[in-house]
């Protein structure tokens, strides 16, 4: 029987096998995009109940503090209209969402693109932020594990299958070995997170 000393060993474990799995969606290039310019992510969201609520400083933590009075000046200006013109104000909002947006992805050191339509946020996000609402880890870290190890088995698949006819032709060699390294990185990226050898890795 298990003493409580090597159950709590165990679960710690779990949770950081399973937080390095999440993080190596962050590491890989070709996942990490942020969720910050959507409709229904988290500044905007937060962008909207300020203006809701007359309170500009529940977006002031989107932002560093010299951007504050940019943020202030706009938020004022478009609640002037609130009440006056709908369709006036409709595009002073959006301008205010775009430039507290762009300003947060410049603190980030990020390039902005433009405001994204609510529900492309990718659903390994969308998991993430549903727990912190739900105070529910646990239902994250099983949906987790299951969304890499499906990422993974099809990588591996993939490279299996492609492994049988590498030879046949130029072109099926080079699809092998494209298919080849996406699954080594991913899995090399995943083993460094958990090792804590990130170095090689950063973007």
């Keep these: 029987m298990e003493n409580k000393k090597t159950k709590v060993v165990r679960s710690s474990n779990s949770v950081v096998y399973l937080i390095g799995l999440f ?15 959507s ?19 529940l977006v002031y933590k989107w932002i560093s503090e010299d951007q504050e009075e940019e943020i202030s000046d706009l938020f004022q200006k478009t609640l002037k ?40 946020t990718k659903p390994i996000i969308v998991m993430t932020d549903e727990a ?16 890499i190890e499906k ?13 049988q006819v590498q030879n046949e ?7 092998y070995v494209a298919a080849y390294v996406d699954y080594t990185h991913t899995v090399e990226a995943l083993h460094d997170v958990i090792t804590h050898d990130t170095a090689k890795h950063k973007h």
């Design 23 to 37: 993080m190596v969606l962050w590491i890989l290039p070709q996942n990490a995009l942020a969720h910050c310019d």
């Design 39 to 57: 409709y229904d992510g988290p500044v905007i969201q937060d962008a909207l109940k300020a203006l809701d609520q007359d309170n500009v400083t």
């Design 81 to 120: 209209f609130q009440k006056k013109d709908k369709e006036v104000y409709q595009l002073l909002e959006k301008h205010f969402l775009e430039t507290l947006v762009r300003l947060h992805r410049e603190g980030e050191g990020a390039p902005y693109t433009g405001l994204k339509p609510a529900g492309t």
């Design 132 to 147: 912190l609402q739900d105070e529910d880890p646990e239902t994250l870290f099983g949906n987790l594990e299951n969304h």
């Design 151 to 163: 990422v993974i088995r099809e990588k591996y698949d993939k490279v299996l299958q492609l492994r």
């Design 169 to 175: 032709s130029v072109q099926q060699g080079r699809a």
